[in-house]
Every structure is written in structure tokens, then in C-alpha cells.
């Protein structure tokens, strides 16, 4: 099959796809043409289209977010938005993190008071925080994770969970990206792009904010993660634990509550939402003395675990002691 001919943002998406020597081969699939892009993925948004629902994003405003292109995502996806929406980027702007005040989440469900200060100020602060990961597959699921790894995520260049201890042994990046309306200085996107150094393989790059949604009382975290022609959106509600350690969760029953959503940009300016009641994700994260956080991210489907992701998040040499000093 011949290939077909690159645009712009095309040619600089296959040359940085070149120069990633270390990253393993990804699955051959057609090219359908700059609006429908790989067969792959392109099958994958029909079974959104054909089994979700169609939805306004004017009315239901807690499901949009920012869309992929149909070659992929890769580290520069937010640099590339910047530049479409003609915003300012920030990135790793000192004290800049996920969370503007962590103390928005606060509602008739959840104390933001009663969490651990040193979990309040990652999320406050998350570009002063280093990062470690690593993950664990579990059984069955392990030949899963390759095959996702081979058919999409490799090739896309997003979600691409570590499949091995040697995969993050060398670290991990980890960069806070504002995005910034030029006039007024409103801060339009929220973005974290982790990379594995390894491999050069992005782990996540995904747009964060807060949001209210119809079946859930309180303030829920929204992550967005573009996709081709879509994006994976993940909504999850905070709980307090007993010893001061923070959980998200993206766990409900229907459509409109906690959990994950696939969502499609059809032709013709139609969008198309699936709610995946079988995914549900847990990040518990917990706070130290010492200016440290870790954090446990378990993913079920069906109600099996299938992978666990574990992180340790250490402050930066020069902010420790002042974290230190506050925590005390």
C-alpha cells in the first residue's frame, strides 16, 4: 500500500517519530486519510459513535476538553494547541500545579481541610515535585497491556503505561503546562506531560481542571486525554481517609456519575459519548513529614485488577525545607 502524502503537522509528527530509536516496533495499520486517519482507530471511534450517545457540548460542558489529530499525540501535543488557539504556554512555572487552590473541592461530600498539607501542596505545586514510577500488570492482563502497547499506544504516543521495571528505570519527566488566554492571563488549559527517559515513550499527557457533573453532589477532577478525533476522559470524586491520605475515584453506575468516557468527533460537528461503566481507576495518594508523596493508582475492569501503578513524588531540593517548615 502506498503511503499516503503528509501535511505539515504530519511531516513534523513522523519526524519525531523517527528520531525515537529506542521505542518498540508499533502494529501496521492503513491510512484512511486525514480526517478518518488509521484503521485502527478509526474502527475504535465507529464502536464509540454506534454504542454511546450523541451529546452538546454546550450543555453538557463537563465532557469537553481538548481533541487529538488523527496522527497521533506525542509530548509537543499542548505546544501544538497553543499555537491553533493562539494562547500563551507556560510551562513549569514555578509553583504552578494541577490544582489552582485544592481548596475548590470543597462540598457537602468532601473536607479538603482534613487531607494531609503535604498532599494539598502537591497538587498546588506539582512542577516543584520530581517524579518516580513504576507498574505492575497482573496476570492475564499483562499479554493485554503488550498488544494495547503494539496496536495503539506506542503509535499515538499517549497511554503508554510502563509494561516493564526496566521501562522507567532511567526516570521519568514531568512537566506542568499552562495554557493562557493572551489578553486577560485566564488559565484555559492545565496540562501534565509525563515521558519516560528510557524509551522517550509518553506515559500521559492530559488536561486537568475541576467540573460538576449531573450524577455526582460535589466537585469532581476531570482528566482529559486527547485522542484521535476524541479524547479519554476520566472523572473522578475525592475522599478523605482517616489518616489524612486523598483518594480520587472514577467509579458509578450510569452515565453522568464518576467514571471513565470515551468521546468522538463525528463528521458533521456531531459528538458521540460512551460511558465505560466495566473501567474503574482508584489513586490513593498519601502524604510524609519529609516533603514526600506517594501515591497507589489501581485500574479494574469488570471488577479485577488488572494493573497497578505506584509513584513517588519528592520535592525539589530547594523547595524541600520550606515544605518541611509548613508540614511541622
Known sequence: MRSPPLSQHETRHASKTSTRTNMKPTCPTPWLGSRHGYLT???TQRWVQWTGRTVDLHQ???????????????KEYFDELAQEKGLDLRRNSPDSGLIENFDLLASATFDPTGVHPAVADFYEHTS????DAWGQ????FRP???LLAFIFSRRLQQLNVPLSPLE???????????????????????AWVRQMVGTGNVLYAGS??????PG???????????LPNGSAIVVMKPQLHDDGSFSVVSAGERFGEPGFYFLVHNAGGRVSARYVRAMRETIRVFGSEEATVRADHTLRLWGITFLRLHYRLRKKTKQASFVADRIA
Not at 516543584?128 to 517524579?131: F, R
Not at 500488570?137 to 492475564?140: D, K, M, V
Open 41 to 43: 482507530d478509526w474502527a
Open 60 to 74: 453538557d460542558t463537563w465532557l469537553d476538553g481538548p481533541v487529538g489529530k488523527p496522527t497521533g499525540i506525542g
Open 128 to 131: 516543584t515535585y520530581d517524579l
Open 137 to 140: 500488570w497482573y496476570g492475564l
Open 144 to 146: 493485554f497491556g503488550w
Open 168 to 190: 522507567t528505570s532511567r526516570g521519568m519527566t514531568s512537566e506542568i503546562i499552562q495554557l493562557l488566554d493572551k489578553t486577560t492571563g485566564e488559565i484555559r488549559y492545565t
Open 208 to 213: 486537568y481542571s475541576l467540573c460538576r457533573i
Open 216 to 226: 455526582h453532589d460535589g466537585v469532581c477532577i476531570k482528566v482529559v486525554f486527547p
